[in-house]
């Protein structure tokens, strides 16, 4: 194997076991931050020893074991080794690298999603848990998740550094929460994923419509709670959401980078594997609760355009219905919106317009480029192409997508020939 195949195999081997190795070690060592340390060191000695050594043949068992080395070298350090080690019991006492250490993985997925918790703690602000959910449990490094949400390096970095003081000020427990807490905490755990997703599949600026990189994190870690909590309808109606939504990729791009709207999209480059997937998901979400939170019923949106073949198909009465319970659950204008669209396509374009100037009321919505964009769409419809003009151009003036922009300013340039 040549050097450049191994440092690239250590390279996809660290992203498949730090999560694993960090969450094993932060319930040892009760710290985030250190867990970090500790498995980056180990690392390290991997990427001076095994291009000569030869990779292990458990990757994860050797690096723990180094793990575990460090820490107790650390602690006789601080002078704290005897209280630390009586905290920790048997957990750090420094395995044998002669000995394959079988029962690494007999933890690591209640390990997992306790850290996924701790990355998600409310005390953290949401860009602070996005940003450590990514680093800790996606595996990214500070350079990735900088360039995926096109923020500078340094900031990520102190955005991480300052999550884990606070966590570790808080005294935050390495633990499991309880009944009462878990429901918050697995709905912060979902909204972290999902934020994540939408970044990349609707990126928010920059020059490309999608960052394709980051929907592909989000749903790993989406699969990862599924398995983790298994009993969880909303856990899976999220996976069915972005199943289904992630299946349209390849027909939202135009040649030029240009976004296509979903009823002008070939629905022959749809990915059927994964619409089969989000369907199942979406099924046993369905099987679990009964009846839909708002992630499943989300995806039975998604549901309802993946078993369309044709746009004219599409059963947007349904969509409609299904958004008017969305909306008793969740009170948001965006959802609203949403909605509006919907009503637009079930029932014509003056219902939906009516929804929408009731919207312009919304202080939340006052910077949201598809407030105007919608309002274009259906104003277009009504053949009110000079208002529907300034509508897009409105859009585009708020988008900071470069794709978004041009692709508005396309629009409104077609109502003025109109």
């Not at 001076?48 to 820490?71: V, Y």
């Not at 390849?250 to 022959?268: N, V, Y």
């Not at 929408?356 to 419809?381: I, M, Q, T």
Request: with cysteine; net charge neutral.
């Amino acid at each position: 194997m040549s050097a450049l195949d191994t440092h690239r195999t250590l390279e996809a081997i660290w992203r498949i076991e730090s999560p694993k190795l960090i969450a094993s070690l932060a319930r040892m060592v009760r710290d985030v931050g250190i867990a970090e340390e500790l498995a980056q060191d180990a690392f390290v000695s991997a990427l001076m020893q095994w291009p000569q050594s030869g990779i292990p043949r458990n990757p994860g068992a050797w690096l723990m074991a180094i793990a575990k080395r460090r820490a107790v070298d650390r602690f006789r350090r601080d002078k704290v080794l005897e209280r630390k080690r009586a905290e920790l019991g048997r957990d750090l006492e420094p395995a044998s690298l002669d000995v394959e250490i079988e029962a690494f993985d007999d933890d690591v997925g209640d390990d997992l999603l306790r850290l996924l918790f701790i990355a998600c703690h409310p005390v953290l602000s949401v860009d602070a848990r996005v940003a450590l959910t990514l680093r800790l449990l996606g595996g990214l490094t500070t350079v990735e998740i900088a360039r995926a949400f096109l923020v500078s390096e340094p900031t990520i970095a102190q955005r991480i550094v300052r999550a884990k003081r606070t966590l570790s000020e808080a005294r935050v427990p390495f633990e499991m929460p309880d009944t009462r807490e878990r429901t918050q905490r697995l709905s912060s755990v979902l909204e972290v994923i999902y934020l994540v997703f939408n970044e990349g599949y609707a990126a928010t600026s920059g020059d490309d419509v999608m960052r394709p990189a980051l929907c592909e994190d989000a749903m790993r870690l989406g699969r990862v709670l599924a398995e983790l909590t298994p009993q969880e309808p909303e856990v899976h109606g999220l996976v069915a959401l972005m199943e289904l939504q992630a299946s349209r990729a390849r027909a939202r791009i135009g040649p030029s980078g240009e976004p296509i709207l979903l009823l002008e999209q070939d629905r022959t480059k749809w990915d059927h594997i994964l619409i089969r997937r989000g369907l199942a998901a979406l099924e046993r979400a369905e099987r679990l609760s009964g009846a839909f939170g708002p992630y499943a019923l989300q995806a039975a949106i998604a549901a309802c355009h993946a078993r369309a073949r044709v746009p004219e198909a599409t059963d947007w009465q349904r969509i409609a219905a299904l958004y008017d319970a969305l909306a008793e659950l969740i009170s948001s204008p965006v959802i609203e919106l949403n909605r509006a669209v919907a009503i637009g396509m079930a029932y014509g374009p003056a219902a939906g317009l009516q929804l929408v100037d009731r919207l312009y009321a919304e202080s939340s919505l006052a910077n949201y480029h598809l407030l105007p964009s919608v309002r274009g769409d259906l104003l277009e419809k009504l053949a009110r192409y000079s208002e529907a003009q300034v509508e897009f151009e409105r859009a585009a003036s708020m988008t900071q997508n470069v794709q978004d922009r041009r692709f508005l300013l396309f629009r409104a340039a077609k109502c003025a020939r109109s």
